[in-house]
């Protein structure tokens, strides 16, 4: 089994100055793959915006920057990539806007022919999803853990799990096969803040990869 990481997702809604503290407390306590900046609702300026806050924050501790739904802000704003879903730019388009060197990831949800296909058409990485109900965000989807065996087993592309992760739950996908592990609640609404939210999902997958 190869070790599974934290990938952290912003909140929706965000203050740049008042989260970037918060960022920086999470990445130094414990390590983190990746952060994907998700604002909804905002305009470009907004976006640009807040990249120029908080991405210095993450390459200044060798992690990735990743762009929520924009491929084209992805790469006038210098991010590491961006990730995509099923009403965003479509895959095909999304990787020649990225050209060869940013990271592409796409959201399946529970399709294994979704993946498949983004896959061939030069994903660098598959997110299924929702493992569990999320207060983050609402879904009708709900993927069985097995996806994750299915596809580490036969696809060399890591494979990030989604939707309602915490501590008590993740043991399951961790052991299914999950490259990384994508978390919102669990770390930014932690009672104890975020530095408490990052150490106890870490220690939680360093159990399961144990078991």
């Known amino acids: 089994m190869t070790d599974c990481q ?5 909140p929706e809604s965000l203050d740049p100055a008042t989260f970037a503290p918060r960022l920086a407390e999470a990445l ?13 609702n905002v305009d470009d300026d907004t976006i640009r915006r807040a990249v120029d806050v908080l991405q210095p924050i993450t390459h200044a501790r060798d992690v990735a920057f990743i762009m929520n739904d924009r491929p084209d802000l992805a790469v006038a704003c210098g991010c590491d990539g961006a990730h995509v879903g099923m009403d ?41 999803g929702a ?10 989807v709900r993927a069985d853990p097995a996806l ?9 592309l890591p494979v990030v799990a ?25 770390i930014w609404s932690h009672p104890d803040g ?10 939680a997958i360093a159990a399961a990869e144990t078991d």
């Open 131 to 140: 493992f569990f109900p999320s207060p983050s965000k609402e879904t009708e």
């Open 194 to 203: 975020p530095g408490a939210g990052v150490r106890a999902m870490n220690a």
């Open 6 to 10: 934290l990938y952290l997702i912003t």
């Open 162 to 186: 989604i939707g309602g992760i915490t501590p008590e739950n993740c043991g399951t996908l961790v052991r299914a096969g999950a490259d990384f592990l994508s978390v919102i609640s669990a």
């Open 88 to 128: 965003d730019t479509d895959v095909v388009t999304a990787r020649r806007i990225l050209g060869a060197e940013l990271q592409l990831g796409v959201s399946c949800y529970d399709s294994r022919d979704m993946a498949l296909r983004a896959g061939e058409a030069g994903a660098d990485y598959v997110a299924f």
């Open 28 to 40: 130094d306590a414990g390590p983190v793959a990746a952060v994907q900046l998700r604002l909804k």
């Open 148 to 156: 994750l065996t299915w596809w580490s087993s036969m696809i060399e």
